[in-house]
């Protein structure tokens, strides 16, 4: 494995000495957001993971190796170049041949750090079961993963785009634990609520962290998504964003947009109509998921 793994110095040291790591994905930067806001949000979202007692590890393929943690050189290079490969499980063995950069979805970044023994994981908001699944069979890879991945994947619920109740149904059906984090409904993405109640909560990140413990004690395979929801003052109005996903999924219908191309579409186009200030929510949530994701990696690391 230390043919293909090469960790930061920063990750390498905090293994060594026992401290509670956690993994971050690198999609989020090339894919989800210009530069040079990409670079900065990272920066921001790693120091919030510090300030609150983990270490980060931003993941991405590069060179023909998976690197666990970048160094700021990396991240600089990373979110500034062109044509970045968008990272799932099937592309990961070509990327590392091909020596290609590669940016990890959820999907990626969770059998990354598996593969390094990172348990708990931050990022914005998880893939699922897209809106006409049920004739595209456009289902995200990432629901696959939770079903079958130890990692624990923190993030303010399901991206609003997808069709949310086949998502659930979908985890459910592979026993994937939904826990609302001090919510009794599910969050979608840029709003804090759902019509989708949840019947796992939990209030802090102990009783999260005793769940993932004894989950995995039992060897009940895969992981576990922990539903954050983004913070009041950055929350969108439901009725309002829903309308503007719906026109923005007309327009993807409209020119053929499919596969891995409609989240990246979807999300541009919602940042357009609604004069980028989904975007600022888009990168409130995921500080706020950095806060909650560390605080439970120190609660799982205690045991």
Not at 290 to 303: P, R
């Amino acid at each position: 494995m230390e043919k293909y793994l090469s960790y930061s110095a920063e990750v390498q040291e905090a293994m060594a000495q026992g401290k509670p790591v956690v993994a971050l994905e690198s999609t989020i930067i090339s894919h989800g957001m210009p530069y040079p806001q990409n670079v900065k949000t990272a920066r921001e979202v790693e120091q919030i993971i510090r300030d609150n007692g983990a270490v980060p590890a931003t993941i991405a393929i590069i060179d023909g190796m998976i690197k666990i943690g970048l160094s700021d050189e990396e991240l600089e290079m990373f979110g500034n170049s062109q044509g970045v490969a968008k990272v799932s499980r099937r592309d990961i063995g070509y990327l590392i041949a091909t020596k290609q950069l590669g940016a990890t979805t959820v999907a990626a970044t969770m059998i990354c750090a598996d593969l390094a023994g990172i348990r708990i994981f931050v990022t914005g908001g998880i893939g699922g079961v897209h809106r006409g699944a049920e004739t595209t069979m456009d289902i995200s890879a990432d629901l696959e993963e939770l079903a079958q991945t130890d990692v624990a994947v923190i993030c303010a619920g399901a991206k609003s785009i997808l069709d949310i109740g086949l998502t659930l149904e979908y985890l459910e059906t592979k026993g994937v634990p939904v826990v609302g984090y001090q919510t009794d409904v599910l969050p979608a993405f840029y709003t804090r609520t759902s019509e989708f109640p949840l019947q796992i909560c939990a209030d802090n990140a102990k009783t999260v962290a005793d769940m993932l413990h004894a989950k995995w004690d039992l060897g009940l395979k895969g992981g576990a998504v922990i539903a954050n929801p983004i913070p009041e003052a950055d929350a969108m109005e439901e009725s309002f964003i829903n309308g503007i996903i719906k026109t923005a999924l007309d327009e993807a219908n409209a020119n053929g947009i499919a596969g891995k191309d409609v989240t990246p579409f979807m999300l541009g186009k919602v940042k357009e109509l609604t004069d980028g200030t989904s975007l600022d929510a888009n990168i409130a949530l995921v500080k706020h998921n950095a806060v909650v994701g560390a605080q439970i990696a120190v609660a799982f690391n205690g045991k």
